[in-house]
């Protein structure tokens, strides 16, 4: 079979053409998460030839992202593979000439710059405020664009940032939400049709960047609601000379600095706690599995070890990084992690 005529359609398109089509196969992106924004970002930018993608995301595959993260399939979550590798694995079989790197591992202090060092721009797919604001501090510290979506229920946000140029996201939100105060798809769910409506947005502007046509940017922060059929435009012209932002005017780059406590603990969702050790460790999950079956139920691969007894579920990554599941109480967590993992 030839696939000389893969990009035939997009290159027919004026916006693209055969130059465009070379600029999208010498570009590489960095897409933060692989849930469902992630999933379908990667699977746009994949199909449309854009020549070296990075993914990164910290989680496995279960039987509830099936719904909306296209990425995946019911083997991925019987098989519990991390998603970056499931990603992975899908976009060879869909577009073998792009280059395609996973990394299974939590955006940080400590790896986002060198993750961001290469690549032409950043596509956010996470789900939280402050890894968003760690994309932010980075590009706006090596002056790289990335574009923000977000979306919940039937509720979704875009924005693009261009150090120097537009608003950076503090500019807009200056603070996270505190903890809880704000609906997430494990509280109030969502639907798949915003997230192809914010990938879509997300995409197109992704591509118009790395085709050089800044000119035709929305430079807007798009609210869209399929639900209540609402698309709303805020106007951010002239916001970025108002304020006195800490992140792109005082060059104050927060989420950059080391943390200094020796384990972090993080509430992720779906009443589970995520402890990451604040040093760079490797474990043997085979070596810890010897030792943990014969306290609960052990089952691992080499990706990650399950554990379970009558009082505690936790899932343990090579990298010392756990999840404590059905709990949301930070103090619990970090005593089962010192009690079975070991500080
Ligand atoms: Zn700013």
Same mark, same amino acid.
């Not at 800044?214 to 430079?219: N, P």
């Not at 992140?247 to 989420?255: G, L, T």
């Given at each position: 079979m030839s696939l000389s005529e893969r990009y035939s359609r997009q290159e027919l398109f004026e916006g693209i053409g055969k130059e465009g089509q070379q600029k999208l196969s010498s570009s590489t992106v960095l897409i933060v998460g692989c849930g469902a924004l992630g999933s379908l970002q990667i699977e746009t930018l994949a199909r449309a030839g854009v020549g070296k993608l990075k993914i990164v995301d910290r989680d496995f595959v279960e039987a509830?992202?099936?719904?909306? +993260?296209?990425? $995946? &399939?019911e083997q991925d979550a019987t098989l519990q593979l991390p998603k970056a590798i499931a990603a992975a694995e899908r976009v060879k079989k869909i577009n073998s000439s792009i280059e395609i790197e996973p990394f299974v591992t939590d955006l940080s202090y400590k790896n986002v710059e060198t993750l961001a060092e290469s690549v032409d721009l950043v596509l956010d797919a996470t789900d939280n405020f402050e890894t968003r604001y760690l994309i932010n501090d980075t590009c706006v510290k090596h002056f790289k664009p990335w574009i923000y979506g977000a979306a919940v229920a039937s509720q979704g946000l875009s924005m693009t940032i261009i150090p120097e140029k537009t608003p950076c996201l503090r500019c807009v939100f200056e603070t996270a939400p505190p903890p809880g105060s704000s609906p997430t798809c494990d509280t109030s769910g969502v639907i798949f049709p915003i997230i192809a409506m914010v990938v879509a947005l997300q995409t197109t502007e992704a591509i118009k960047l790395l085709l050089g046509r800044? &000119?035709?940017?929305? +430079?807007k922060l798009v609210q869209i609601d399929p639900w209540q059929t609402s698309f709303t435009k805020l106007n951010l012209a002239g916001l970025r000379e108002r304020t006195d932002c800490r *992140? *792109? %005017? +005082? %060059?104050?780059? &927060? $989420?950059l600095e080391p943390e200094q406590k020796q384990l972090s603990s993080t509430l992720c969702g779906r009443n589970s706690v995520q402890i990451s050790p604040a040093e760079h460790t490797k474990l043997s999950l085979a070596e810890l599995a010897d030792r943990l079956k014969s306290i609960g139920e052990v089952s691992f691969n080499r990706f990650l070890l399950r554990f379970k007894t009558t009082n505690c579920e936790m899932t343990i990554f090579p990298d010392a990084r756990t999840i404590i599941h059905n709990t949301k109480d930070e103090n619990l967590a970090r005593s089962l992690y010192a009690r079975y993992v070991g500080v």
């Open positions: 509830s992202n099936l719904q909306r +993260q296209v990425m $995946y &399939d800044t &000119d035709l940017l929305h +430079q *992140c *792109c %005017k +005082q %060059k104050r780059f &927060d $989420y």
